[in-house]
């Protein structure tokens, strides 16, 4: 049972170029997300799925979109990269969303923009 | 006011003694709260969930939550090295009528061998 995979796990990107970020799960989760998190922060919502074909802004989502076709995957898209993009990505998946339910986590996808 | 907030430290502590970390929320309605354990490089992992007030035991991890003081507290007993991580506190926070879950920004923890 592989969980939630990410790919690729390290990516450098020059300003202004565009990528994906691989989310998929196993588990059936209705609900995915996708975080980041700047050095010695917590971690920020940028989208949420609540099902395929349902997306919806978090708190920080300038500069990138997503979207879910499947139930399994949810990949993040940055159009035109910037500095202020460097951070570490976290793909997370759950069953529902709300009281006592348990997220979890990809390993992770550290972006740097040069 | 944060929605979530924690002492960032470094919080040092002797092996084998306890590890007291605390977390305060802003919403008064939050029901879940939960404290995740994050390694150095690594997604975070959850260890504790807690929805009532008082206390909630698993192995050396107690959760501690009080609604009305708007606190949730972990401590750790007999404090191992292989403890030291950051510790997120979460907690869900409603946000036009839905909930998300909003973390803090973690408390990193040392245990001094």
């Known amino acids: 049972n592989a969980g939630v995979t990410q790919t690729p796990k390290f990516r450098i990107l020059k300003i202004g170029q565009s990528m994906t970020l691989q989310c998929a799960q196993d588990?059936?989760?209705?609900?995915m997300y996708w975080y980041r998190q700047d050095p010695g922060m917590g971690l920020k919502l940028i989208y949420y799925s609540v099902g395929a074909g349902i997306t919806d802004k978090g708190e920080v989502p300038n500069g990138y979109n997503v979207s879910r076709s499947t139930t399994e995957d949810f990949p993040l898209r940055l159009e035109l990269a910037a500095p202020s993009q460097t951070s570490v990505y976290f793909c997370a998946s759950s069953y529902s969303q709300g009281s006592g339910n348990t997220i979890y986590f990809g390993e992770g996808s550290w972006l740097t923009v040069v | 006011q944060k929605e979530v907030e924690q002492n960032s430290g470094p919080l040092s502590v002797p092996e084998g003694a306890i590890a007291s970390l605390n977390c305060t929320y802003s919403d008064r309605g939050s029901q879940s709260f939960f404290w995740y354990r994050q390694y150095s490089g690594k997604s975070p992992e959850l260890i504790m969930s807690?929805?009532?007030?008082g206390d909630k035991e698993d192995g050396r991890f107690t959760a501690q939550l009080n609604k009305a003081s708007q606190y949730v507290s972990l401590l750790i007993r007999d404090s191992q090295p292989s403890d030291s991580a950051t510790y997120l506190c979460a907690v869900n926070i409603k946000n036009f009528g839905n909930e998300k879950l909003t973390f803090g920004t973690g408390t990193r923890l040392t245990i001094i061998p």
């Open positions: 588990m059936n989760h209705n609900y």
């Open positions: 807690i929805y009532s007030n």
